[in-house]
């Protein structure tokens, strides 16, 4: 059963750490997104990767957020230094083909509190 | 700016009766919209397409209208069932360069009585 898995699911950490969250999406999706999702503003898009290749960070706070895609098994996502108001579900979505509108299949989500 | 609007955060019904959830945006052409069921803890999970040019979709006991000139989609839950209580979350999704860039509203959570 193909699902898209992503670790932690749980983090606790304190201001001013460094947190980094995993995705591994379902084999043969070639775009990866995340979201952040937030009682206030509900899913919010952070960026997506096709191909490996970055296509749109622009929700995403680039002085201390970044997203990688060291392969086409892993995307990560680092936030240095976190921040309370970081704290939320950050979810990995994956789909497959380019430009489709096929369903995304999300991922269980890490949920992160900062204190 | 795009903006999605569910009808309303939270719907009761009872058991057996049809729910009705509501889905509006507004600074939005869509080529499709998509609704999502998402459960306590667990990430979305895909239920049905709706394309630009199709007026109604059905898939076993749920039915999604989608009309442009209103701007608006119309989630259909028939004999609904306990275990139909989930927050439901429309997006809507347009063609060319940010294909398969999805845009959420905030959901509803549906919860149905026995």
């Known amino acids: 059963d193909a699902r898209v898995t992503q670790t932690p699911r749980h983090k606790v950490t304190e201001m001013g750490q460094e947190v980094t969250m995993r995705c591994q999406p379902i084999l043969g999706h070639n775009t990866v997104f995340w979201y952040r999702q937030t009682m206030m503003q509900g899913l919010e898009l952070l960026a997506y990767f096709r191909n490996r290749a970055p296509l749109d960070d622009s929700g995403m706070p680039k002085d201390r957020f970044s997203a990688e895609m060291p392969d086409a098994t892993l995307a990560t996502l680092k936030i240095q230094p976190s921040e309370p108001r970081d704290s939320a579900v950050y979810f990995c979505?994956?789909?497959?083909?380019?430009?489709?509108?096929?369903?995304?299949?999300f991922g269980e989500g890490s949920r992160l509190t900062v204190l | 700016s795009q903006k999605i609007e569910q009808n309303s955060e939270a719907l009761n019904i009872q058991e057996g009766k049809t729910a009705t959830l509501t889905c509006n945006y507004t600074n939005y052409s869509p080529a499709y919209l998509q609704w999502y069921r998402q459960d306590p803890g667990r990430g979305p999970v895909f239920l049905l397409l709706?394309?630009?040019?199709?007026k109604e979709k059905r898939k076993e006991r749920l039915k999604v209208t989608f009309d442009t000139t209103l701007k608006q989609s119309l989630f259909h839950i028939t004999a609904s069932q306990p275990a139909d209580s989930a927050t439901y979350l429309c997006a809507l999704g347009a063609d060319g360069g940010s294909q398969g860039n999805l845009i959420f509203g905030k959901g509803t959570k549906l919860s149905v009585k026995p």
């Open positions: 709706i394309r630009e040019n199709e």
């Open positions: 979505a994956s789909v497959q083909g380019a430009g489709n509108r096929g369903e995304l299949f």
